[in-house]
């Protein structure tokens, strides 16, 4: 793949917007494991937690584009980014489990572990982003880190203001996901014959995903009203 070509350009520009909208969850574990330090030291915090945090992303980003290649991984991984895509949609999941530091180094450390322990959904959809162009997946984490360390809790307040934005986010992952799925060297030969058909699977795909959270959200939504409306009778 060419560093110049639209294939490239498109693909890294898919990468960066994928650690945009999944960048909330790191803003947030990044505020929680600093909030306790001086001032002076938090800035301190977030910028080598964030570092280390992404060295070890790009670490595994890296090993699960190789292991992709292994038959019917790229399937797995697909249908894994795919439920990524829907909880994105629904997630409400509190973030109570990440203790704030007391020293520099000790939120340095909170940061780093918790980020690896929730950077599963990042590094499946950089690896499927990325076709197996290592240069992409460094070069899209390396863009990431100032996004994480100073865009990512202007992006939350962006989301806040637009919330369709994390329907654009999930329709991506999900268009991830899918291209992920015809790639499978397993079924790409089929896909590949029927072009039609991989565009109407990359577009349903897409289309379910978005339908299935609005339903979910619209279902909690009614549910929270009704149980509001009993509480004050």
Known sequence: MDILSLEFL??????????????????IVIGLAA????????????IWGTVG?????AIATVLVVYLLNVPWLMLAGGILLLWIAYKLLVDNDEHDNVKPGNTLWQSVRT???????????????????????????LLGLLISI??????????IKLINRIPWIVYVGSGVLAYTAAKMITHEMKLEQFFNDNPAF???????????????????????SKAHSAEKSRETQ
């Open 10 to 27: 498109t693909a890294l520009i898919t990468i960066v917007f994928i650690d945009l909208i999944l960048a909330g969850d790191n803003a």
């Open 35 to 46: 909030r306790k330090l001086p001032k002076e030291q938090q800035t301190k915090a977030v």
């Open 53 to 57: 945090a992404v060295g070890i992303r």
């Open 111 to 137: 940061i780093i572990i918790a980020d690896a322990a929730m950077g599963l959904d990042n590094v499946i959809a950089v690896a499927g982003a990325s076709h197996g162009n290592i240069t992409l997946v």
């Open 146 to 155: 100032p996004i994480v360390v100073w865009g990512s809790t202007l992006f």
């Open 198 to 220: 991989e565009w109407s699977f990359l577009i349903l795909l897409v289309i379910v995903i978005i339908v299935a959270g609005l339903w979910k959200n619209s279902s909690r």
